[in-house]
């Protein structure tokens, strides 16, 4: 052991002092318009910086694409981009600049954000910017090629990683033939792609019926009001959101990702869980944190803190409408990729087998109750929150609940949810490495394991 | 130690009150300055919106003079520090923070290392006697260096080693860029380098640099700032400051030739470039000029390169860059680059991209810009100074004022900056980009990729 610095180590050590109680948090108030075609604005003042974010959010994405579309739900919202009926792309883009902030289209699983992040005093102005964007875009067949290739080369990018091509595969496994397990089209599928395509995506999946708008920062109520009723009122087209929930089934699969010469093996392990709509999803997230989901948690501790496997050990509930799945990453050194996957495990079996001390759990829910109120303490954070209960259908009850909740978890529930969720003989394994060294060392927990069809 | 974080593109930031914003408000952070009588700069400042504070320890000492022969070494002390001091065992500082409903992290710069919380604002007291524990002193085992030497190594492989582009532009250019050893070495370290630390090489970089003597503390959020500041003088007030080394030469020589340099990338598949220029001296007339410049340039859909390079050309979906891609062009104390990049296709030539930007910087340095387009850039860095504040739940603000504390002894300036912005006129703006954005103040690094996709 060494000493040193500017005092003399003490034979006994000092605890650290307690602090005082906890302030009350209470979450930030909102209010709900309802315009005449149904759409709900939900505007929630926060804050003292002069900034406001907008979000229109529509439920719409990936998973309205058919099996040949992989992607042009992506296509469709950077097409968005490239102008409106009375506004070029360059136009738009220099009007919200004008504003301190960007149009930003984000295409997600089962949802497509149009939003903007500008000063205070122009978002009435961005409102109606985001409702033309949203509501009249003008989808130039001249601009088509040219996003096109844009995607082709991010395709080509993104299949270099070796984390994409890890997560590529885990997906596949789960889903199989949902949109949820097509995460990569083909250079042909996507060149395929034509402006016919592109507006019958957006005709199908866009409208007043899909869509929720957001509001958080700081910012004129009654002008924001105004502005949020005269630009999306008249919107009535569309049809009802799409239910799609795979039937997502646990089962031991294996599969390996050849990359020679790589120093690391990428490893992703899980299976699908219980989803947010189920009433014991906070347990789910409580067992989750404190065995892989914070820097504290049983396997970092182990492999990263403890060993030195890796650096970036994570594990996580991962969650789209009515569905999820548990997940440990790791990136750890090639020669070791075999005893971090026994540890892994080790830890997992060791929750199984016994309920975690009581302080351990403390410390798991204090870091999440404490973590709840930073997720509550920014516009975006505030948004996310909203439009994740929403998603769900979980309603306002899930959030204002939630800390009570996560602090009634008790160590037999978690010990239940480890034996029961996390059933280790039915997780899907992948593994992005160098085969010729690698092979061997996971061999005990590969051997009688299906491999995954390409 | 950047828990889990890639290394991301910080946007320049910047506080606007052009005539467009007449009659708004001014936003303001309320700044206390007080120094220790150790020589511990403790800056205070309240904001009540959450029941949140930032706890944020700067020390004076980044990757840029770290010693020679040992590159890396900066960042994997910056490991070290969470691995035990007198009264906190491996892992307990964090478990400390983590327990208490807090996050944490750390992050070694060019020129300052930082540790940072956001806690409960009723968990102040806890948090700083854990910050001043390890601010006295270190206790760490032989077993604790190696792991850590292990974490870093796969911090180095998740990050480059085994990521295409892994250290592009922001680890690369500024190698090729720059002729100092102190500016143009590889920070992240070689793993023989890293390899080859010992506990001695700790305790002599300890007792050298971290120091109240060498460090500032910003408290920021929910606080009191008279019980803030009582608590903070009885955990640090009776420290010893040391006696500092005098600060070695970091200057860069002026660029008189432009450099081309072409890297090959076995794990890419489509080229990449960048362009990587030596800013103007900091806090200096030109130095904001080219912050406005960046704007006009390089950020948001609205700036030039992205209007030729993207929409109008079509060789990439999106050119990145600015002042400082590890942090903003506020917290860095030393010759600094102004970069770009992009990554483009097979089929064009690296001359057909440079030709293209070379067609926008000869515009900008042989035309003045219109009133409207240097407006809109001042726009667009209040905005991104705003969101600069509010980072990371208040941590951004922590940020400005400690490197303001340390660098400036200014952290006040943070309510001011807006004044020089303001002052930069289209002439200046033509000037600044005259000399700094000439080819011979460049270089330029082209990523081969692997052939054969």
Not at chain 1, 94 to 106: F, K, L, P, Y
Not at chain 1, 243 to 257: G, R, T
Not at chain 2, 250 to 260: D, G, T, V
Request: proline share 5%; glycine share 8%.
């Amino acid at each position: 052991m060494l000493f040193f610095g500017l005092t003399i180590a003490a034979a006994q050590k000092q605890t650290p002092p307690e602090g005082g109680t906890p302030k009350d948090f209470t979450l930030p108030k909102k209010q709900v318009i309802t315009l005449r075609n149904g759409i709900e604005a939900v505007l929630v003042p926060y804050g003292n910086l002069p900034k406001v974010t907008i979000s229109v959010v529509v439920r719409s994405g990936n998973m309205n694409e058919k099996e040949n579309q992989v992607w042009l739900a992506d296509v469709t919202g950077d097409m968005m981009k490239e102008g409106t009926a009375t506004r070029s792309a360059e136009q738009m883009a220099e009007e919200a600049s004008s504003m301190g902030g960007s149009v930003n289209i984000n295409v997600g699983d089962d949802q497509t954000t149009i939003g903007g992040d500008v000063l205070s005093e122009f978002g009435p102005a961005m409102v109606r910017l985001l409702a033309d964007v949203a509501r009249n875009p003008l989808f130039p067949e001249s601009e088509l090629e040219r996003i096109k290739n844009n995607f082709l080369r991010r395709l080509t990018v993104t299949k270099s990683s070796p984390q994409q091509l890890t997560f590529e595969q885990f997906r596949k496994a789960l889903y199989g033939d949902h949109p949820y397990g097509r995460i990569f089209p083909t250079d042909n599928i996507l060149k395929s792609y034509t402006i016919g395509d592109v507006k019958k995506f957006y005709a199908d999946n866009f409208g007043a019926p899909r869509t929720t708008i957001y509001v958080a920062g700081k910012f004129d109520a009654k002008e924001m009001e105004k502005a949020i009723r005269s630009s999306f009122d008249g919107w009535k087209k569309g049809s009802k959101p799409l239910i799609n929930v795979p039937k997502a089934h646990a089962h031991k699969s294996f599969h390996l990702v050849e990359r020679p010469g790589a120093p690391q093996s990428t490893i992703y392990l899980g299976l699908p869980v219980m989803n947010p709509a189920n009433k014991n999803y906070v347990q789910m997230i409580v067992t989750n944190t404190l065995l892989g989901g914070y820097f504290s948690s049983r396997v970092t501790a182990n492999i990263r803190e403890q060993k030195g496997y890796t650096y970036s050990p994570s594990s996580q509930i991962s969650s789209r409408y009515h569905d999820a799945y548990y997940v440990q990453t790791a990136d750890v050194t090639t020669d070791v990729t075999g005893p971090a996957l026994k540890e892994i495990f080790y830890e997992i079996n060791r929750l199984q087998q016994e309920a975690p001390p009581i302080d351990e759990l403390r410390g798991v829910q204090n870091y999440l109750a404490g973590t709840f109120v930073l997720q509550n303490s920014s516009r975006q954070g505030i948004i996310n929150q909203l439009a994740f209960s929403r998603l769900q259908g979980i309603g306002d009850n899930y959030l204002t609940n939630y800390v009570k909740n996560v602090l009634a978890v008790t160590p037999a529930e978690v010990q239940h949810i480890a034996q029961s969720q996390l059933r280790d003989d039915e997780m899907t394994l992948v593994i992005t490495g160098d085969r010729a060294k690698v092979e061997k060392q996971i061999e005990e927990y590969t051997k009688d394991t299906p491999m995954e069809k390409k | 130690m950047h828990l889990y974080r890639r290394c991301t593109i910080a946007v320049c930031a910047f506080l606007c009150f052009g005539t467009l914003f007449a009659g708004q408000p001014l936003y303001t952070i309320p700044v206390e300055y007080h120094t220790l009588g150790n020589g511990l700069k403790v800056v205070l400042a309240a904001d009540h919106t959450s029941p949140t504070v930032v706890v944020a320890a700067y020390y004076n000492i980044g990757f840029r003079i770290e010693p020679k022969g040992k590159t890396g070494f900066a960042h994997l002390f910056e490991h070290l520090m969470f691995q035990g001091s007198e009264n906190l065992g491996k892992m307990e500082f964090i478990r400390l923070i983590q327990k208490n409903g807090g996050i944490l992290n750390g992050s070694t710069r060019f020129d300052f290392t930082n540790y940072f919380e956001v806690v409960p604002s009723h968990k102040l007291e806890t948090i700083l006697w854990a910050e001043a524990d390890r601010m006295k002193g270190l206790a760490i085992t032989q077993e604790n260096l190696v792991n850590q030497q292990g974490v870093v190594k796969n911090e180095v492989k998740v990050n480059v080693l085994n990521q295409p582009y892994g250290g592009f532009p922001w680890l690369d250019l500024p190698q090729y860029a720059n002729t100092n050893w102190n500016n143009a070495h590889n920070f992240y370290g070689d793993l023989a380098d890293l390899d080859s630390a010992n506990l001695n090489d700790v305790k002599s970089f300890f007792n050298t640099y971290y120091a109240p003597n060498n460090a500032a503390l910003v408290l920021y959020g929910d606080i009191d700032t008279k019980d803030a500041l009582a608590m903070v003088t009885k955990y640090f007030g009776t420290m010893q400051p040391s006696t500092l080394p005098p600060k070695p030469d970091i200057a860069e020589p002026r660029q008189e030739q432009e450099k081309r340099v072409t890297k090959k990338d076995t794990l890419a598949f489509r080229p990449a470039i960048a362009f990587g220029y030596h800013v103007p001296e900091r806090n200096t007339p030109e130095y904001y000029a080219m912050g406005l410049l960046d704007q006009i340039l390089l950020q948001g859909d609205d700036s030039k390169l992205s209007q030729m390079l993207v929409k109008k050309k079509g060789f990439t979906s999106g050119v990145g860059g600015g002042i400082n891609l590890l942090g903003n062009m506020f917290n860095y104390n030393g010759p600094m680059l102004w970069m770009g990049s992009l990554i483009y296709d097979n089929t064009v030539p690296a001359d057909t991209i440079i030709a293209a930007w070379d067609d926008v910087i000869n515009g900008i340095r042989q035309k003045q810009v219109d009133q409207k387009t240097l407006d809109r850039a001042l726009v667009k860095l209040r905005s991104d100074l705003y969101d600069n504040f509010s980072g990371l739940f208040g941590f951004g603000t922590a940020d400005l004022l400690a490197s303001f504390a340390l660098f400036d002894n200014d952290p006040g300036r943070i309510n001011t900056l807006e004044e020089n912005f303001k002052n930069v006129t289209p002439e200046l703006l033509q000037k600044t980009a005259q000399e700094y954005l000439r080819p011979t103040n460049r270089t330029i690094l082209v990523i081969e990729p692997k052939t054969g996709k």
